[in-house]
């Protein structure tokens, strides 16, 4: 069965534009995690969403925000872009309520470079 | 925030030698879970231990998890040039709100040479 989707797999910005990234969950997952990855800060978390509702979201400027289709197809942006934006944007997702018994499955990631 | 360390950050050893990586918490968990990454691409699940067991196999891999002293560790054994990645642990704290979220340790970058 086809993995977590993330497109594009690369992407330049610059510094004050928006951007919006998208993710395709394994068929059947319901939960669809965001995290960032840079070198200074490691992996962070940055929202979650199940069937189209927000549950947890992690410390980070309101610029950035998500949302989950009907399908569990989810989409994070992150508007007026600055350089310590540029990072690994990775997705997860997972069965069920909670992720307890089978972790989660990550997509390849999105690298977002602002210039 | 991290939650936690892993030691050591850095790991070189010959193929055939085990590889031993640390990882310690700060909080109470659910679970706790070891993924794969490679060269800065997707991470990758490889085992996941609960808050009530203390030792888990998968195949290679062999996991313990020391919940009085909030630690846990990876045990590769018989290492493969294609094990060479970073490692990183990851904890599902416990609490009831942390739905969908795992903190991360920083990563041990582990290279074994053919």
């Known amino acids: 069965k086809a993995g977590v989707t993330q497109t594009p797999r690369y992407l330049i910005k610059t510094r004050g534009q928006q951007v919006t990234l998208s993710c395709s969950p394994i068929?059947?997952?319901?939960?669809v995690s965001w995290y960032q990855q840079t070198p200074g800060q490691g992996l962070q978390f940055l929202f979650e969403?199940?069937?189209?509702?927000?549950?947890n979201k992690g410390n980070f400027p309101g610029r950035f925000s998500g949302r989950q289709f009907s399908n569990s197809r989810s989409e994070m942006n992150v508007s007026t872009l600055e350089l310590g934006d540029s990072a690994l944007y990775l997705c997860?997702?997972?069965?069920?309520?909670?992720?307890?018994?089978?972790?989660?499955?990550f997509g390849s990631g999105t690298r977002l470079t602002v210039v | 925030s991290q939650q936690g360390e892993e030691d050591p950050q850095a790991l070189s050893i010959q193929e055939g030698e085990n590889a031993t990586m640390n990882c310690s918490y700060k909080?109470?968990?659910?679970?706790l879970q070891w993924y794969r990454q490679n060269s800065g691409r997707g991470l990758v699940h490889l085992i996941l231990?609960?808050?009530?067991?203390r030792e888990k196999h998968s195949g290679r891999l062999r996991v313990t998890l020391d919940t009085s002293k909030k630690s846990s560790s990876l045990l590769i054994t018989a290492s493969r040039a294609a094990d060479t990645a970073s490692y990183f642990c990851?904890?599902?704290?416990?609490?009831?709100?942390?739905?969908?979220?795992?903190?991360f340790g920083q990563g041990t970058i582990l290279t074994v040479h053919p």
């Open positions: 997860a997702s997972s069965f069920g309520w909670t992720a307890s018994n089978y972790g989660y499955t």
């Open positions: 068929s059947g997952h319901r939960s």
């Open positions: 969403y199940f069937s189209e509702t927000q549950r």
């Open positions: 909080t109470s968990i659910n679970n």
């Open positions: 231990i609960r808050s009530n067991e």
């Open positions: 990851a904890t599902d704290e416990a609490g009831g709100t942390s739905y969908g979220k795992l903190t």
